[in-house]
């Protein structure tokens, strides 16, 4: 039977006020919880988490993971980490601190409290996979000294410390490995591929496309993935994960710019450039474990996804 996260447990969500988190307190303030949103706003927007200031059941706290944070709390999402590469690449000794500090913080309050506590890892860990798609079992192909490696060691690292932690400890851990999620709130300026394309867009700008087009990604809309992340938090004690998440339906680059070209009726055209520094080729979920262990499975198709990502964004550009 799975166990129901209680209404009125205090929650708190690091990097609650960026795309991912903003979504998550959301859904956890509408269920009853005293939700505790804490960020250094590196990345975060007051503007994403605006609308929930005046709930009685959320608090916004500015503090930054790296750093020890004294609460009691009953569970515990740690979402803190700036996730596109034009972010955790500006400063990549801070990204590896806020993955491996801010874990190490996490799990010593989880371990103090007795708090649940989940990790929002990354399909990252697999680096540019030699298995197509990758499940969880697989252990990844990472260049360790790369210009993605703070990024993607910090999180692997930060694995190693949340099932250390079980093992020594006995800390009640969650660990989900999250692929690409895109949607309202996102952040303009991320380098993200959705986003850059659809700002491009709708700006009349060319379409940048890095390398010949031909690398593929998996898209799961926000909505889907916060519904796993509510589940897998709900599982009794012992489902430890990793849990893939994400949409195994597998678009090109150059299938996802057309699709966006068409959606937005812009008139850009396709530019392409040299790809990036240890890209992955492939990127492609086995959410086997994902729909025998949750229930679940994403159920927003790329289209309608998208219309509701354009629609935030030419808002965010009409402004």
């Given at each position: 039977?799975?166990?129901?996260?209680?209404?009125?447990?205090?929650?708190?969500?690091?990097?609650?006020?960026?795309?991912?988190?903003?979504?998550?307190?959301?859904?956890?303030?509408?269920?009853?919880?005293?939700?505790?949103?804490?960020?250094?706003?590196?990345?975060?927007?007051?503007?994403?988490?605006?609308?929930?200031?005046?709930?009685?059941?959320?608090?916004?706290?500015?503090?930054?993971?790296?750093?020890?944070?004294?609460?009691?709390?009953?569970?515990?999402?740690?979402?803190?980490?700036?996730?596109?590469?034009?972010?955790?690449?500006?400063?990549?000794?801070?990204?590896?601190?806020?993955?491996?500090?801010?874990?190490?913080?996490?799990?010593?309050?989880?371990?103090?409290?007795?708090?649940?506590?989940?990790?929002?890892?990354?399909?990252?860990?697999?680096?540019?996979?030699?298995?197509?798609?990758?499940?969880?079992?697989?252990?990844?192909?990472?260049?360790?000294?790369?210009?993605?490696?703070?990024?993607?060691?910090?999180?692997?690292?930060?694995?190693?410390?949340?099932?250390?932690?079980?093992?020594?400890?006995?800390?009640?851990i969650k660990v989900v490995r999250i692929f690409n999620t895109y949607g309202p709130r996102m952040n303009m300026n991320d380098g993200r591929v959705v986003s850059n394309f659809i700002v491009q867009a709708l700006k009349g700008e060319p379409i940048t496309i890095y390398g010949d087009g031909s690398q593929t990604r998996s898209f799961c809309y926000v909505d889907d993935l916060i519904d796993g992340f509510v589940r897998m938090m709900d599982t009794p004690e012992g489902v430890t994960g990793p849990v893939n998440l994400g949409n195994p339906g597998e678009f090109t680059m150059l299938e996802l710019a057309e699709l966006i070209l068409e959606l937005t009726g812009s008139s850009s055209r396709i530019e392409f450039f040299p790809a990036a520094v240890d890209d992955p080729k492939q990127r492609r979920p086995v959410i086997d474990t994902a729909r025998e262990s949750l229930g679940w499975e994403p159920k927003v198709p790329l289209r309608d996804g998208l219309k509701e990502t354009i629609d935030y964004f030419r808002g965010l550009l009409a402004a």
């Open positions: 039977m799975r166990v129901k996260l209680n209404p009125n447990e205090r929650t708190l969500v690091t990097g609650g006020a960026g795309f991912l988190g903003s979504h998550l307190c959301d859904v956890l303030v509408e269920r009853g919880h005293e939700v505790l949103c804490v960020d250094n706003f590196f990345t975060g927007s007051r503007a994403n988490i605006a609308h929930l200031l005046g709930n009685v059941h959320f608090e916004l706290m500015r503090h930054d993971v790296t750093y020890p944070l004294h609460v009691e709390v009953d569970r515990i999402f740690n979402l803190a980490c700036p996730a596109s590469p034009v972010h955790y690449q500006y400063d990549p000794v801070q990204t590896v601190k806020t993955s491996v500090h801010g874990a190490i913080n996490m799990l010593g309050l989880a371990k103090r409290t007795g708090a649940r506590v989940f990790q929002a890892s990354t399909s990252e860990v697999y680096g540019d996979p030699a298995i197509h798609p990758q499940p969880e079992a697989y252990w990844g192909n990472v260049n360790p000294i790369g210009p993605r490696a703070c990024y993607d060691e910090g999180k692997r690292c930060a694995e190693t410390l949340f099932f250390d932690y079980h093992r020594q400890h006995g800390v009640d």
